[in-house]
């Protein structure tokens, strides 16, 4: 089972000069984190990119309605935490691990290394926070490839 970081605790709030304060990953010096952060939209679910302290961080929108994005997360191991895979017309599909605490969902990347979270906060996106993840889709499956998939009661003999 996966450890729950205290969801809360990603979105640690702005420090001075409007920079969000977010938590780097382990492995948030990964040269595909670089990638990943430059790569990363200049606007999220309606909120604009946000200047983060830490390395393989970016963050939109500020205060309680920050979505965040961590690159260099500890890679998930198997789990029984819902497994989901969203995908797009072009064949585009991540496997994403959800989980919801505290009005917060985080979507972290299943089968690639190194591993990103996304928290969104319900208030953002009350209907689809799964958007977040549909946007940095394409940059995450041409950047990192994935190594395994998520796996339910079907798709096993």
């Known amino acids: 089972m996966l450890v729950l970081p205290a969801l809360t605790g ?47 961080t970016v963050a939109w929108g500020s205060g309680d309605d920050t979505v965040v994005l961590r690159c260099g997360v500890a890679p998930p191991g ?27 969902v985080l979507l972290t990347t299943y089968g690639r290394e190194p591993a990103i979270d996304i928290s969104v906060p319900r208030a953002v996106a009350p209907d689809q926070p ?13 950047t990192i490839p994935a190594t395994d998939h998520c796996v339910g009661p079907g798709d096993v003999e």
Request: proline content about 7%; hydrophobic content about 40%.
């Open 10 to 56: 990603l979105l640690l709030g702005i420090a001075g000069c409007g920079t969000v304060r977010v938590p780097a990953g382990p492995a948030a010096s990964d040269p595909l984190c670089a990638e990943i952060v430059l790569g990363a939209p200049h606007e999220m679910l309606g909120q604009p990119r946000a200047e983060t302290s830490s390395q393989g």
């Open 78 to 104: 198997p789990t029984t935490d819902a497994c989901t895979r969203l995908g797009d017309t072009d064949g585009i599909q991540v496997d994403w691990i959800v989980r919801e605490q505290d009005g917060i």
């Open 130 to 142: 799964s958007a977040a993840a549909m946007d940095m889709g394409r940059l995450i499956d041409a």
